[in-house]
């Protein structure tokens, strides 16, 4: 089969399902090609990918990639604080991201943000003095409630320096690394002392809000979540108070 026969069927078989598995791409194309061999169907199954056709939902279910991927707008703020470290920390991995980058998913809009610089192989201390020696205003490590409620609240564009938990999804943008929407999805449900603008109903309108909008792998998702010990936990938040369909989060 010729390659844009593939997508146009492929688009036209499955663009009112909201999801389907390997097995119904399996049945699909033996529609066509019954005795397609494992493969030349691991083949197609590699294009349809690579050319964005379908998205990895799940471990094994796909969706058609209607939905783009989270690609967030950087600022100098964030930019500037990234190429400082990076610079003199060039084997360090570190990456930073902006509370600000939730608003357009929030019913309530805060009027303050937090640019958190998260930084790997126990150098996240050392990071933070350095950034304290360059004159990083408004910069706080590892703070806790106390130091939250009372500083970190009241700023307009914090700095707080934290440790990076090991294998945790990071995406580049314009040359700066950035958390994956998976990895802070998981962050400001489990870390809800210093999100904690992001609690209580808020928290399901922006899962709500990322999932009808951007594409999400759960799978991604779940990994990291077990690796902090709260897969679980979030498995039945995303049940009880997410309209996201339970075969996705159960995958």
């Known amino acids: 089969m010729k390659s844009d026969f593939i997508t146009g069927k492929v688009i036209d078989y499955f663009k009112d399902k909201p999801f389907f598995t390997r097995l119904d791409l399996l049945n699909f194309f033996q529609k066509y090609e019954p005795d397609i061999k494992k493969t030349t169907f691991e083949g197609r199954l590699y294009q349809l990918k690579a050319k964005r056709i379908i998205s990895p939902i799940g471990r094994k279910r796909f969706s058609l990639s209607y939905k783009p991927r989270f690609l967030p707008v950087l600022e100098n703020r964030q930019k500037d604080v990234f190429s400082r470290v990076e610079k003199q920390f060039p084997d360090v991995r570190c990456c930073i991201w902006s509370t600000k980058w939730m608003n357009d998913f929030m019913l309530h809009q805060p009027g303050r943000f937090i640019n958190v610089l998260e930084v790997g192989d126990e150098a996240a ?103 902090r010990g709260k897969a679980g936990e979030l498995s039945s938040f995303l049940k009880s108070n997410t309209d996201i369909p339970n075969i996705i989060i159960n995958d």
Request: negative net charge; without cysteine; charged residues 25%.
């Open 125 to 227: 201390e050392i990071v933070f003095h350095f950034l304290q020696d360059n004159n990083i205003r408004n910069l706080y490590f590892q703070p806790g409630t106390k130091e939250i409620e009372k500083y970190i609240l009241e700023n307009y564009d914090s700095v707080v320096v934290k440790s990076l938990v090991t294998k945790s999804p990071l995406e580049t943008v314009t040359n700066v690394k950035v958390p994956a929407i998976e990895k802070i999805l998981v962050d400001i449900f489990i870390d809800n002392d210093l999100y904690i603008v992001f609690q209580g109903s808020e928290l399901s309108f922006i899962f709500n809000s990322v999932y009808n909008k951007y594409e999400i792998n759960f799978t991604k998702l779940f990994h990291y979540a077990k690796r």
